[in-house]
């Protein structure tokens, strides 16, 4: 049997044995600075307490917060007890503020248990109320009012990162008050300190300003909602909306705050501002009419940058500023498609008036004036990485989001940077097999993804990493229309982006991350939290054979090779399938069926993969230029690794470009005949993502004087609807260049007007 399959099933049985388990390495998440175990354990029951200094009416409120956890995960409803002199006592839990502690920063503590007493403190109350969670994942979850053991044991803990932060969007779906503060929760569980509540979009706007009542009377309703895929353009006619009171948001504020996590308001400006416009349409450059958006995607009218304009938004901030006592308010910046602005009368004339080159030094001056007076309130402006174009005001803070060049450069000029790249930090994509998982907007992140993140970019110089506050995992709804879909798709990315952020980078390990894992959706199960699955599924790699013909495939499991079975025929998977052994060739297109089999029966799904082999599968590829960070797939293997990407969902599968066009020569290894290329395209205008306005096949024998046998207009590949057939007519070559010119920037009137295309591509095929 697998050594870590052994060392799994070993730590399941202590797990369950009670005391004997207290000596084993708790599954703590994120993992300690520093721990050491030691002999014996604490016996929690019904006569433990919780014992706060006599004159701490803060830690006696962390207490009482406490002991509600404890009673949800055990059934004990520890005392609480103020006491002069707290550690005289005996089968306590001991809270206090220990200034001595002040090398461990302002959010470290230091756990202790020992036999007769638990001893958490910190230079902080911030500090203990970290120290508190992690006694809290100490406990047994479901120990049923039965005295348990608590191991005895020594840690020292402290953030790697300041800012640790999750997002959540309620605009595209929206979601109570009594689900935010439940995801508040989860945030501070695992000692993130930063909620970022994405209030303002085209789809609703969603917080009350008194002033401006329409904003909300209109503004946070649409009259239906886009259904199913993007490329489908389907919507319902239900009327759909909410909003929060300024009492609901001062009722979250106060909630967050007793756990130590700042929420951090986001307020669209100038783009992502139909919902604003539906309700104060002189706002516009247009004057409208508009209508409150029911699909997705980035739509061209947004604020005109006049200075009704900028007072409508300073008098909205006043009334923010006053809710959330937090540093930084978000004024987004992103998406800010300039087509209505390069066309009004009022924006020209003021580019004209303040010497402006172009549009983008517009939105400066507007993020600008905005970020002027948000310093004046005592805030500081954050936005995304969009608002470096044009310049960068003078003291705003970025979220770096498409990959990391945005944060590098505004920590190069020495601007606060919070990191958050689609590539590791959207928890809107995929983390499964997109087949397996529910529609998504795209992408494939999985936990390990998530988990291998290095917030601070290996291109910047010592001297500028300070400059990295931390990162941030962010949840678009779009496509997750309730509160269970939010907690799967948040859950258990979460945690690993937690232990990023938190645990020293020296000593991370994702095989050990992983069993902690396991065994701790025991506590997510307890407290009722949905969380994804996906890392029990069997995954799916392909590799370059050594014969450079056909495929390899790789299968695993996090419980080890021995338990999975598959079958290349098309027949079921079983248990009395064949048993994984090592990589499969395939050398003939098949159908691959695979699972895992635990004691006789099937864990988790059974998978199916088509695999295609033509004379390119397998063969050795170079392109011109890398994929997007974003969306690199396996590099250029992904092209020829026999997978055809989902057509329906650009998954794991496909590699992105965002500009640049698709150069790729693949050596055939010896001269080949053939009379067909293909290649497979997205098409996903909501999302960017356009086909190529031309592809081109060329043939070559040495590898650098190539021929052009074959060119595809925009029209022909459009017709060909994403799967692209090329007759190149009869061919003897041994390199073969396949060349798809991106669309190039989005016209006016589409989604993302004025941005760089996507380019996405994955099989050539070659027959």
């Given at each position: 049997?697998?050594?870590?399959?052994?060392?799994?099933?070993?730590?399941?049985?202590?797990?369950?044995?009670?005391?004997?388990?207290s000596q084993?390495?708790?599954?703590?998440?994120?993992?300690?600075?520093?721990?050491?175990?030691?002999?014996?354990?604490?016996t929690?029951?019904?006569?433990?307490?919780?014992?706060?200094?006599?004159?701490?009416?803060?830690?006696?409120?962390?207490?009482?917060?406490?002991?509600?956890?404890?009673?949800?995960?055990?059934?004990?409803?520890?005392?609480?007890?103020?006491?002069?002199?707290?550690?005289?006592?005996?089968?306590?839990?001991?809270?206090?503020?220990?200034?001595?502690?002040?090398?461990?920063?302002?959010?470290?503590?230091?756990?202790?248990?020992?036999?007769?007493?638990?001893?958490?403190?910190?230079?902080?109350?911030?500090?203990?109320?970290?120290?508190?969670?992690?006694?809290?994942?100490?406990?047994?979850?479901?120990?049923?009012?039965?005295?348990?053991?608590?191991?005895?044991?020594?840690?020292?803990?402290?953030?790697?990162?300041?800012?640790r932060?999750?997002?959540?969007?309620?605009?595209?779906?929206?979601?109570?008050?009594?689900?935010?503060?439940?995801?508040?929760?989860?945030?501070?569980?695992?000692?993130?300190?930063?909620?970022?509540?994405?209030?303002?979009?085209?789809q609703?706007?969603?917080?009350?300003?008194?002033?401006?009542?329409?904003?909300?009377?209109?503004?946070?309703w649409?009259?239906?909602?886009?259904?199913?895929?993007?490329?489908?353009?389907?919507?319902?006619?239900?009327?759909?909306?909410?909003?929060?009171?300024?009492?609901?948001?001062?009722?979250?504020?106060?909630?967050?705050?007793?756990?130590?996590?700042?929420?951090?308001?986001?307020?669209e400006?100038?783009?992502?501002?139909?919902?604003?416009?539906?309700?104060?349409?002189?706002?516009?450059?247009?004057?409208?009419?508009?209508e409150?958006?029911?699909?997705?995607?980035?739509?061209?009218?947004?604020?005109?940058?006049?200075e009704?304009?900028?007072?409508?938004?300073?008098?909205?901030?006043?009334?923010?500023?006053?809710?959330f006592?937090?540093?930084?308010?978000?004024?987004?910046?992103?998406?800010?498609?300039?087509?209505?602005?390069?066309?009004?009368?009022?924006?020209?004339?003021?580019?004209?008036?303040?010497?402006?080159?172009?549009?983008?030094?517009?939105?400066?001056?507007?993020?600008?004036?905005?970020?002027?007076?948000?310093?004046?309130?005592?805030?500081?402006?954050?936005?995304?990485?969009?608002?470096?174009?044009?310049?960068?005001?003078?003291?705003?803070?970025?979220?770096?989001?498409?990959?990391?060049?945005?944060?590098?450069?505004?920590?190069?000029?020495?601007?606060?940077?919070?990191?958050?790249?689609?590539?590791?930090?959207?928890?809107?994509?995929?983390?499964?097999?997109?087949?397996?998982?529910?529609?998504?907007?795209?992408?494939?992140?999985?936990?390990?993804?998530?988990?291998?993140?290095?917030?601070?970019?290996?291109?910047?110089?010592?001297?500028?990493?300070?400059?990295?506050?931390?990162?941030?995992?962010?949840?678009w709804?779009?496509?997750?229309?309730?509160?269970?879909?939010?907690?799967?798709?948040?859950?258990?990315?979460?945690?690993?982006?937690?232990?990023?952020?938190?645990?020293?980078?020296?000593?991370?390990d994702?095989?050990?991350?992983?069993?902690?894992?396991?065994?701790?959706?025991?506590?997510?199960?307890?407290?009722?939290?949905?969380?994804?699955?996906?890392?029990?599924?069997?995954?799916?790699?392909?590799?370059?054979?050594?014969?450079?013909?056909?495929?390899?495939?790789?299968?695993?499991?996090?419980?080890?090779?021995?338990?999975?079975?598959?079958?290349?025929?098309?027949?079921?998977?079983?248990?009395?399938?064949?048993?994984?052994?090592?990589?499969?060739?395939?050398?003939?297109?098949?159908?691959?069926?695979?699972?895992?089999?635990?004691?006789?029966?099937?864990r988790?799904?059974?998978?199916?993969?088509?695999?295609?082999?033509?004379?390119?599968?397998?063969?050795?590829?170079?392109?011109?230029?890398?994929?997007?960070?974003?969306?690199?797939?396996?590099?250029?293997?992904?092209?020829?690794?026999?997978?055809?990407?989902?057509?329906?969902?650009?998954?794991?599968?496909?590699?992105?470009?965002?500009?640049?066009?698709?150069?790729?020569?693949?050596?055939?290894?010896?001269?080949?005949?053939?009379?067909r290329v293909?290649?497979?395209?997205?098409?996903?205008?909501?999302?960017?993502?356009?086909?190529?306005?031309?592809?081109?096949?060329?043939?070559?024998?040495?590898?650098e004087?190539?021929?052009?046998?074959?060119?595809?207009?925009?029209?022909?590949?459009?017709?060909?609807?994403?799967?692209?057939?090329?007759?190149?007519?009869?061919?003897?070559?041994?390199?073969?260049?396949?060349?798809?010119?991106?669309?190039?920037?989005?016209?006016?009137?589409?989604?993302?007007?004025g941005?760089?295309?996507?380019?996405?591509?994955?099989?050539?095929?070659?027959?």
């Amino acid at each position: 049997m697998n050594q870590r399959r052994l060392a799994f099933l070993f730590l399941v049985i202590l797990l369950a044995c009670g005391p004997l388990a207290s000596q084993e390495l708790p599954a703590l998440i994120p993992k300690p600075s520093k721990i050491s175990m030691g002999k014996g354990s604490f016996t929690f029951d019904t006569a433990t307490a919780f014992v706060v200094p006599a004159h701490s009416a803060q830690l006696s409120e962390l207490a009482a917060m406490a002991a509600e956890e404890v009673h949800s995960i055990t059934g004990f409803t520890p005392a609480i007890r103020r006491d002069k002199q707290p550690l005289a006592g005996k089968n306590v839990v001991v809270l206090r503020i220990a200034p001595a502690l002040v090398r461990l920063g302002a959010e470290g503590y230091a756990l202790e248990v020992g036999q007769p007493v638990i001893l958490i403190e910190a230079p902080t109350a911030a500090g203990v109320w970290f120290g508190l969670q992690t006694f809290l994942q100490l406990l047994p979850p479901g120990a049923a009012g039965a005295p348990f053991a608590v191991p005895v044991l020594k840690i020292e803990d402290r953030p790697r990162f300041a800012w640790r932060g999750m997002h959540l969007d309620v605009c595209r779906h929206f979601f109570p008050v009594a689900f935010v503060k439940k995801y508040i929760d989860e945030i501070a569980m695992y000692k993130m300190n930063t909620f970022h509540w994405h209030l303002t979009d085209d789809q609703g706007w969603r917080i009350e300003i008194k002033r401006y009542p329409k904003l909300t009377a209109i503004g946070a309703w649409r009259s239906g909602t886009m259904v199913g895929a993007y490329s489908l353009q389907q919507f319902d006619s239900v009327r759909y909306g909410g909003f929060y009171t300024q009492n609901e948001v001062k009722e979250v504020v106060a909630y967050a705050r007793k756990r130590h996590v700042t929420v951090v308001p986001e307020i669209e400006m100038p783009g992502h501002s139909l919902a604003a416009l539906a309700s104060y349409p002189e706002l516009s450059c247009t004057g409208g009419p508009f209508e409150v958006a029911k699909g997705w995607g980035v739509f061209p009218d947004v604020f005109c940058p006049k200075e009704t304009t900028v007072t409508f938004l300073q008098n909205i901030l006043t009334e923010v500023c006053a809710l959330f006592p937090g540093k930084y308010i978000h004024i987004g910046g992103d998406e800010c498609p300039k087509d209505r602005w390069k066309t009004c009368p009022n924006c020209q004339a003021l580019m004209k008036k303040l010497r402006l080159k172009n549009e983008n030094q517009l939105q400066s001056y507007f993020v600008r004036r905005i970020e002027k007076f948000l310093n004046k309130k005592g805030k500081q402006m954050i936005g995304w990485d969009e608002i470096l174009e044009g310049g960068l005001a003078p003291n705003a803070a970025v979220m770096s989001w498409r990959g990391t060049a945005g944060g590098i450069a505004a920590a190069k000029q020495r601007h606060k940077v919070v990191m958050s790249p689609g590539s590791h930090c959207y928890f809107d994509h995929y983390q499964g097999e997109p087949a397996f998982e529910p529609l998504a907007i795209g992408g494939y992140t999985t936990v390990d993804k998530v988990y291998s993140y290095e917030p601070i970019p290996a291109e910047l110089k010592r001297s500028k990493t300070k400059y990295i506050l931390g990162a941030q995992g962010n949840v678009w709804t779009e496509y997750i229309p309730n509160e269970q879909q939010v907690e799967y798709m948040a859950m258990p990315r979460m945690a690993a982006l937690a232990e990023v952020l938190w645990s020293p980078k020296k000593g991370r390990d994702y095989a050990d991350f992983q069993e902690r894992l396991i065994r701790h959706f025991a506590l997510l199960d307890k407290k009722q939290v949905n969380y994804s699955r996906s890392i029990f599924q069997v995954k799916l790699a392909m590799k370059p054979p050594p014969s450079k013909t056909g495929a390899l495939v790789e299968l695993s499991s996090p419980f080890g090779g021995t338990g999975i079975h598959y079958s290349l025929d098309g027949s079921p998977a079983s248990p009395s399938s064949p048993q994984y052994a090592g990589p499969l060739p395939v050398i003939a297109s098949s159908l691959l069926k695979f699972c895992y089999v635990d004691r006789g029966s099937v864990r988790g799904r059974v998978a199916e993969q088509a695999i295609t082999v033509t004379k390119s599968t397998g063969k050795s590829i170079k392109l011109k230029t890398p994929p997007h960070e974003n969306y690199p797939g396996d590099g250029a293997f992904t092209l020829v690794d026999g997978i055809r990407g989902d057509l329906t969902r650009y998954g794991k599968n496909w590699i992105g470009f965002w500009g640049p066009d698709l150069e790729a020569v693949i050596d055939l290894d010896r001269t080949e005949a053939f009379s067909r290329v293909s290649l497979d395209v997205f098409d996903g205008e909501g999302s960017w993502i356009y086909p190529p306005i031309s592809i081109e096949v060329f043939v070559s024998n040495d590898g650098e004087r190539f021929t052009s046998v074959k060119k595809l207009s925009a029209d022909e590949i459009r017709r060909q609807a994403g799967s692209i057939r090329m007759d190149v007519g009869p061919q003897s070559a041994r390199y073969v260049k396949v060349y798809a010119q991106n669309a190039g920037t989005i016209q006016a009137g589409k989604q993302g007007a004025g941005s760089a295309s996507w380019l996405f591509v994955d099989e050539i095929m070659i027959e």
